[in-house]
C-alpha cells in the first residue's frame, strides 16, 4: 500500500495545466503513475508506480469480466449470502453453501435438492458470488441452456466453438448447474453431463448442483457420483416455498415467516 504518494512530476503539472483544471483523480492529477514514498516519508523521486485510480480501475475491469464470464442470470444481483433468509430448516443448506464458498474446508461439491423455489438458486448464485469477489473464475449453468449452449457451439469456432465451451464447463474452478434434471434426457446430454461430472471429480474441481428431481429419479450414474464422492454433500430442503416477488428490505420472505 503506497501511503500519501506524490503526484507525478507535480511542478510541470501545476504550470502546464491552466487554472481550475478538473482531474479525474486528485491524487495523481490523470497522470496514472506516483512517486512512492520512502520509509522515512520522504517522496521517492527515482521510482514510479501505478496510482491506486488505475490499480482501482484494474480491479473494477477484473470483476466485471469475471461477472461476464460466469454468465449469472439478470435479476439475481440480490442473490448474495448476506440478504439470505436463514430459517432453521434452511441452516444446514447454509452452512454448507458458505463453507464452500470458503473453499477451505472438506466440502468440494454441494447438492441442494427440494421442491421449487425453496432458495436453492439463491445460495448457488451467492457461493459464485462470493468466489468472484475474491477474484477466483465461476460459472453458473442454468442445465437446459447448458446444454443447448453447447449444442450452438457446433457452428462456431474458435473461442465460441463447441469445443472451447465444453472446455470451460470441465476446467472452470467452480461450475453451478442450476436445475439439473429438468433438462430433455437423451443419449447425447446424458453422455454430456456424465463426462462434465466425472471430469470434475477426478480433478477435484467445486461444483454445485441444484435440482427439483428426488435424487433416486436423477440418472443413476449422476446421483451416485454425486452422493457419494469424498467432499461431496448432499442436503434435502424441507422448507416452504418461498413466496415469489415478494421483498422487503432486500430479504426474502418465506411463507413462515408471514
Ligand atoms: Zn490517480
Redesign the pocket.
Given at each position: 500500500m503506497i501511503k500519501n504518494p506524490r503526484p507525478l512530476d507535480t511542478e510541470r503539472a501545476l504550470s502546464d495545466e491552466p487554472e481550475g483544471t478538473e482531474y479525474t483523480?486528485q491524487?495523481?492529477?490523470?497522470?496514472?503513475f506516483?512517486h512512492p514514498l520512502k520509509g522515512g516519508g520522504k517522496t521517492d523521486y527515482s521510482r514510479v508506480v501505478p496510482?491506486?485510480?488505475?490499480r482501482e480501475q484494474m480491479e473494477r475491469e477484473r470483476m466485471q469480466s469475471l461477472l461476464k464470464y460466469c454468465e449469472l442470470p439478470p435479476g439475481t444481483e440480490h442473490m448474495i449470502f448476506e440478504n439470505f433468509k436463514v430459517s432453521p430448516r434452511l441452516q444446514e443448506a447454509y452452512d454448507l453453501a458458505v463453507e464452500l464458498a470458503k473453499d477451505a474446508g472438506e466440502i468440494s461439491w454441494l447438492t441442494l435438492t427440494s421442491g421449487a423455489s425453496r432458495g436453492k438458486t439463491h445460495l448457488a448464485v451467492a457461493i459464485c458470488r462470493r468466489w468472484l469477489r475474491k477474484g477466483r473464475l465461476a460459472r453458473y449453468a442454468f442445465v437446459p441452456l447448458l446444454l443447448d449452449e453447447l449444442r450452438r457451439g457446433f457452428r462456431e469456432e474458435g473461442d465460441r466453438s463447441y469445443e472451447a465451451r465444453f472446455g470451460r464447463f470441465l476446467n472452470v474452478p467452480l461450475l453451478v448447474l442450476d436445475d439439473l434434471g429438468a433438462e430433455h434426457r437423451t443419449p447425447w446430454v446424458q453422455e454430456k453431463l456424465d463426462t462434465i461430472i466425472d471430469y470434475r471429480l477426478m480433478h477435484d474441481l467445486r461444483l454445485v448442483v441444484t435440482t427439483n428431481t428426488p435424487m433416486a429419479e436423477l440418472p443413476f450414474r449422476i446421483a451416485s457420483r454425486l452422493g457419494r464422492s469424498p467432499g461431496s454433500r448432499v442436503v434435502f430442503i424441507d422448507a416452504p416455498e418461498f413466496r415469489k416477488g415478494k421483498r422487503s428490505n432486500g430479504k426474502v420472505v418465506t411463507k413462515e415467516e408471514a
Open positions: 483523480c491524487v495523481c492529477r490523470d497522470a496514472h506516483v496510482c491506486q485510480c488505475v
